[in-house]
């Protein structure tokens, strides 16, 4: 079909959008606006103009993006023209390129990718090499640093030329960072790898010092869009400005309200100063929501305003009105699960949703295990997001490091995954001997086992034999991948390096799931080959394999996507995803806001980002919930709404009136008042031991707290010592973790005496009084 029929589909915004050709282009698009639409189109509509699929350059954040675009455009054009396009993630074009030009950059080109387990490994090495003390020396925040560095593109040279660099990590009690990050990126340098940040740091090495190289590619692409530029760090920004910068043929999509990644690197004044960097650029701005109802984008754009740094827009609906945004208010974080949980069924029962069609988001992954408790005991499916991705099981990645070794021996972590798997008796010992020579001669394990004489390696004859043979099974792995296809060569290596004997070994049920993921990876590398050999590919090697399966994501290996479950997952997971019904939980301060973020206005406008992101989810229906404590540390711990809830103009926000909570705004009345809008604040109220609820004559209620005290050795509650009447079946109550209740039955005397409660949300329970915290209400 040709383009044509395809931009009318587009409304007036989107079209100028798409259109727009003649210089940088800077698309702002408000949540649910059609991005994916509009960078599709108008990548069809450059083929149109007689641009070739292979000069035009789209960068995405994942494979997932990429592909569908690429399956789009392909259903417009055909699926020759949309293979030909570089597009794909940053890493995975950039690593593409490297691999062309690895020669400038003193790597090969068959050069292996470190994912996250990889580095650490290394650096737990290193930091126990230097006889560090690992729990100052945290490998975590060590690999943190070393990536914000990369992200910098601060080399380990320039890092330790760094004074502010070296003294703040003396003040940090880590002044060994420098060598740390030295030692690790020698290693791997010796050992033929980069990890992801080394993709984006030595691309800008390679740009810079090679002129020559640089201007191959500028004349190369006659066309880059980016996706989610908002996203970008400073390493993805300079180097696309580099390709741009002669011709400005730059289209960038992006939405500033939604740059919640500052702890990646990403800075929001990428796309907020992209206009004063392309003076002749054209803004064009997205602000028609197709996800949402009124109520929810309105709700969005009224919390969003509050923000100083933005691009000013007003993102409008034209689906239903739809209903207010519910807030849940809870006693406790138990309780406040179990409401979610409670509520859940209760929509499902009034609309026939599906339980895929409801996502609750949290915070922090933390939250997820009460959670999962509520929802696990009252029957509901539910999956969390992002989690073991298939590639990262162990026995998956125990195979890949075969082939990783077959493709570069020098790989120092494949080869430390591999060497004694399955057992072959070379122990830790060994290998540290033979970590200890290659470190002294500024080599890789594998010349070591090539040459051990040479390099003194002290072991005894037996164990100099065992690493012979290691090698020599490496070696002739290496031989049959030169005229082996990557599914023949994988079944060879599962069958000779003995991992099929020793998985069929177990047949426990972990051990059969262990024979299914081994058999599954085995039929995706056939799939993979059938794929790229229907595209044209003669040969396919190992190393095409593993260029593909080193640059996936999570969210590229979500299986279980389409399954009738409830999702569970972090607000940072849920970006770019949309569901019918959005329940956003945990919404106190400290915790979202995030208690780091307090001392920063900046940090705080990326938490409010993120509240933003996480209620432009929703389609239909979306649910705002807090607790008034919260278990933390081992104790509960009072919490008080979040601030960003008082964001909200109250027209879209529908109050629990008859819960009896305490104003948890008060304090903030007069500063919200102040705010363009200002509308009467309806609170919930909480009952607390200092308010008490109104009873339907106006007449005040009196509580009385059932605390335990002491009597001799033994603690018993005042119910139980003078049978107070206060207490009685058809009393309502409270507790501070399950929330009101009735009590249904009462049993037993003195110490024994028992209250039989039914909790709104928990259901019934059984409390022993001497220990029961109760709170009668009437």
């Known amino acids: 079909m040709c383009v044509e029929n395809y931009l009318d589909q587009l409304n007036d915004s989107q079209k100028d959008a798409v259109v727009y050709t003649d210089g940088p282009s800077l698309v702002i698009a408000g949540a649910g606006s059609g991005k994916t639409r509009v960078l599709t189109y108008k990548i069809a509509y450059l083929l149109q103009q007689g641009i070739p699929p292979y000069t035009i350059l789209a960068l995405t954040f994942t494979n997932k993006a990429a592909r569908e675009m690429k399956e789009r455009i392909a259903a417009i054009t055909d699926q020759q023209t949309a293979r030909r396009l570089w597009m794909g993630t940053f890493h995975s074009i950039f690593s593409r390129i490297l691999r062309k030009e690895a020669e400038y950059i003193g790597y090969p080109p068959t050069f292996t990718i470190y994912d996250s387990a990889d580095s650490k490994s290394l650096l737990k090495a290193i930091i126990k090499e230097m006889q560090l003390d690992d729990k100052v020396y945290r490998v975590?925040?060590?690999?943190?640093?070393?990536?914000?560095?990369?992200?910098?593109?601060?080399?380990?040279?320039?890092?330790?030329?760094?004074?502010?660099?070296?003294?703040?990590?003396?003040?940090?009690?880590?002044?060994?960072?420098?060598?740390?990050?030295?030692?690790?990126?020698?290693?791997?340098?010796?050992?033929?790898?980069?990890?992801?940040?080394?993709?984006?740091?030595?691309?800008?090495?390679?740009?810079?010092?090679?002129?020559?190289?640089?201007?191959?590619?500028?004349?190369?692409?006659?066309?880059?869009?980016?996706?989610?530029?908002?996203?970008?760090?400073?390493?993805?920004?300079?180097?696309?400005?580099?390709?741009?910068?002669?011709?400005?043929?730059?289209?960038?999509?992006?939405?500033?309200?939604?740059?919640?990644?500052?702890?990646?690197?990403?800075?929001?004044?990428?796309?907020?100063?992209?206009?004063?960097?392309?003076?002749?650029?054209?803004?064009?701005?997205?602000?028609?929501?197709?996800?949402?109802?009124?109520?929810?984008?309105?709700?969005?754009?009224?919390?969003?305003?509050?923000?100083?740094?933005?691009?000013?827009?007003?993102?409008?609906?034209?689906?239903?009105?739809?209903?207010?945004?519910?807030?849940?208010?809870?006693?406790?974080?138990?309780?406040?699960?179990?409401?979610?949980?409670?509520?859940?069924?209760?929509?499902?029962?009034?609309?026939?949703?599906?339980?895929?069609?409801?996502?609750?988001?949290?915070?922090?992954?933390?939250?997820?295990?009460?959670?999962?408790?509520?929802?696990?005991?009252?029957?509901?499916?539910?999956?969390?997001?992002?989690?073991?991705?298939?590639?990262?099981?162990?026995?998956?990645?125990?195979?890949?490091?075969?082939?990783?070794?077959?493709?570069?021996?020098?790989?120092?972590?494949?080869?430390?995954?591999?060497?004694?798997?399955?057992?072959?008796?070379?122990?830790?010992?060994?290998?540290?001997?033979?970590?200890?020579?290659?470190?002294?001669?500024?080599?890789?394990?594998?010349?070591?086992?090539?040459?051990?004489?040479?390099?003194?390696?002290?072991?005894?004859?037996?164990?100099?034999?065992?690493?012979?043979?290691?090698?020599?099974?490496?070696?002739?792995?290496?031989?049959?991948?030169?005229?082996?296809?990557?599914?023949?060569?994988?079944?060879?290596?599962?069958?000779?390096?003995?991992?099929?004997?020793?998985?069929?070994?177990?047949?426990?049920?972990?051990?059969?799931?262990?024979?299914?993921?081994?058999?599954?990876?085995?039929?995706?590398?056939?799939?993979?080959?059938?794929?790229?050999?229907?595209?044209?590919?003669?040969?396919?090697?190992?190393?095409?394999?593993?260029?593909?399966?080193?640059?996936?994501?999570?969210?590229?290996?979500?299986k279980d996507e389409q399954a009738n479950k409830v999702t569970l997952m972090t607000v940072h997971a849920a970006k770019g995803l949309e569901f019918k019904n959005v329940f956003v939980v945990g919404l106190e301060e400290d915790l979202f806001p995030s208690l780091m973020s307090k001392d920063s206005e900046r940090a705080i406008e990326e938490e409010r980002r993120l509240f933003y992101v996480a209620i432009t989810r929703a389609e239909q229906n979306c649910i705002l919930s807090y607790a008034k404590s919260r278990f933390r540390n081992g104790q509960s711990n009072v919490c008080s709404p979040s601030r960003f809830l008082r964001d909200i103009d109250t027209r879209f926000l529908n109050m629990p009136a008859d819960l009896s909570v305490a104003d948890p705004f008060a304090s903030a009345r007069k500063e919200y008042s102040n705010s363009p809008f200002n509308s009467p604040f309806q609170q919930p109220r909480m009952a607390t031991t200092e308010t008490y609820p109104t009873s339907s004559s106006g007449q005040k209620s009196r509580l009385k707290r059932l605390e335990p005290e002491v009597s001799g050795e033994s603690v018993v509650s005042k119910s139980s010592i003078g049978d107070m009447p206060d207490l009685q079946v058809g009393s309502k109550v409270h507790h501070d973790r399950f929330g009101d209740g009735e009590v249904v039955a009462i049993d037993g005397e003195g110490s024994n005496k028992k209250a039989t409660v039914e909790f709104t949300h928990l259901g019934r329970k059984q409390l022993l009084l001497k220990y029961a915290k109760l709170t009668v209400l009437s």
């Open 140 to 558: 975590g925040m060590i690999q943190n640093r070393i990536s914000n560095a990369k992200n910098s593109l601060v080399t380990w040279k320039a890092y330790e030329q760094n004074k502010e660099l070296v003294e703040y990590d003396v003040k940090s009690k880590v002044p060994l960072l420098r060598e740390i990050y030295k030692r690790y990126q020698l290693r791997s340098q010796q050992a033929g790898a980069m990890d992801f940040d080394d993709l984006l740091l030595q691309t800008n090495i390679l740009f810079r010092d090679h002129p020559a190289v640089l201007e191959k590619y500028r004349e190369f692409f006659q066309y880059i869009l980016v996706d989610e530029y908002q996203d970008t760090n400073f390493a993805q920004h300079l180097i696309v400005q580099r390709l741009s910068e002669k011709h400005n043929r730059i289209c960038v999509v992006g939405d500033d309200a939604q740059s919640i990644y500052s702890f990646r690197g990403a800075n929001i004044d990428n796309i907020l100063q992209f206009k004063g960097k392309y003076p002749n650029c054209r803004v064009f701005k997205l602000e028609r929501n197709y996800r949402s109802t009124q109520n929810i984008v309105n709700a969005a754009n009224s919390l969003i305003h509050k923000n100083k740094e933005q691009i000013k827009k007003t993102v409008y609906s034209e689906e239903e009105e739809g209903e207010k945004i519910l807030v849940l208010a809870s006693y406790s974080d138990y309780e406040e699960a179990y409401a979610v949980t409670s509520k859940i069924g209760e929509m499902r029962r009034a609309a026939d949703f599906d339980y895929s069609d409801f996502a609750i988001l949290y915070r922090t992954n933390a939250q997820s295990r009460i959670l999962e408790e509520a929802l696990r005991k009252s029957g509901v499916p539910y999956k969390i997001y992002g989690g073991l991705s298939f590639y990262q099981r162990k026995e998956i990645k125990d195979v890949i490091a075969y082939f990783r070794l077959i493709v570069n021996p020098h790989d120092e972590e494949a080869l430390k995954r591999v060497i004694n798997y399955p057992a072959r008796g070379i122990g830790d010992t060994t290998v540290g001997k033979v970590i200890a020579a290659a470190s002294a001669n500024g080599i890789s394990l594998w010349n070591v086992l090539n040459d051990p004489l040479s390099y003194a390696l002290p072991i005894n004859s037996g164990t100099a034999k065992k690493l012979s043979q290691f090698r020599e099974l490496i070696d002739s792995f290496i031989q049959q991948e030169k005229t082996c296809s990557a599914d023949e060569m994988a079944t060879s290596v599962i069958k000779q390096s003995g991992i099929l004997a020793a998985l069929f070994q177990d047949n426990s049920v972990e051990g059969m799931s262990k024979q299914e993921n081994v058999q599954e990876l085995l039929k995706g590398i056939a799939e993979y080959c059938d794929i790229r050999m229907e595209e044209g590919e003669e040969q396919v090697t190992l190393a095409d394999f593993l260029s593909e399966v080193a640059l996936l994501t999570d969210q590229d290996n979500d």
